[in-house]
T-cell receptor, first 109, second 120 residues
Framework: QKEVEQNSGPLSVPEGAIASLNCTYS??????FFWYRQYSGKSPELIMS????GDKEDGRFTAQLNKASQYVSLLIRDSQPSDSATYLC?????????FGDGTTLTVKP | DAGVIQSPRHEVTEMGQEVTLRCKPI?????LFWYRQTMMRGLELLIY????????DSGMPEDRFSAKMPNASFSTLKIQPSEPRDSAVYFC??????????????????FGPGTRLTVL
């Protein structure tokens, strides 16, 4: 079992819809959780971090963490074509991060 | 701030040659990470340094790979000899590495633009 599991996709949503990206993890010692966005041919960039159970909102993005279920998700409201990218879930523990393989999102105009 | 700087951006070499990738982290960041990304294996952590000291090199694939961080502003990843299966994008990332309650907590990692390595 991989430490971080994500649906590889591709996930396709129409413009203006809500995109839901999910991630499960196996390491209960993980202390911090991140969502990175990676455009094709570019490097990953952080879009959300979350450290405690519950929801964290930043603009159109909401991260949700449930440590008991070992589950973290990212919701993108009012999806735009510019949101089309691969989204990497990462968890941090002991000074380093472990990344999932990513979910590719396509937002169709 | 200039961000994480990597060089070269592209490298094409022949099997058996030595390859050296370079990274300059963001000034003031204490942690530096080397990753490799391929379609088949995703983003893999190769090695990371904290305060210039290698902390975890368990991701280094084999003895052909070595990494150094002689000072806080420079790191190298060397492959000798290179093989076609080493073809990938190599990312360097740095992190400010905050201390919280006596424990290090992983903070945001800032990635460089990557080096696309092709070994023929």
């Amino acid at each position: 079992q991989k430490e971080v599991e994500q649906n590889s996709g591709p996930l396709s949503v129409p413009e203006g819809a809500i995109a839901s990206l999910n991630c499960t993890y196996s390491d209960r010692g993980s202390q911090s959780f991140f969502w990175y966005r990676q455009y094709s041919g570019k490097s990953p960039e952080l879009i959300m971090s979350i450290y405690s159970n519950g929801d964290k909102e930043d603009g159109r993005f909401t991260a949700q963490l449930n440590k008991a279920s070992q589950y973290v998700s990212l919701l993108i409201r009012d999806s735009q074509p510019s949101d089309s990218a691969t989204y990497l879930c990462a968890l941090g523990n002991a000074g380093k991060s472990t990344f999932g393989d990513g979910t590719t999102l396509t937002v169709k105009p | 701030d200039a961000g994480v700087i990597q060089s070269p951006r592209h490298e094409v070499t022949e099997m058996g040659q030595e390859v050296t990738l370079r990274c300059k982290p963001i000034s003031g960041h204490n942690s530096l990470f080397w990753y490799r990304q391929t379609m088949m294996r995703g983003l893999e952590l190769l090695i990371y340094f904290n305060n210039n000291v290698p902390i975890d090199d368990s991701g280094m694939p084999e003895d052909r790979f070595s990494a150094k961080m002689p000072n806080a502003s420079f790191s190298t990843l060397k492959i000798q000899p290179s093989e076609p299966r080493d073809s990938a994008v190599y990312f360097c990332a740095s992190s400010p590495d905050r201390l919280a309650g006596g424990l290090s907590s992983t903070d945001t990692q800032y990635f460089g633009p990557g080096t696309r390595l092709t070994v023929l």
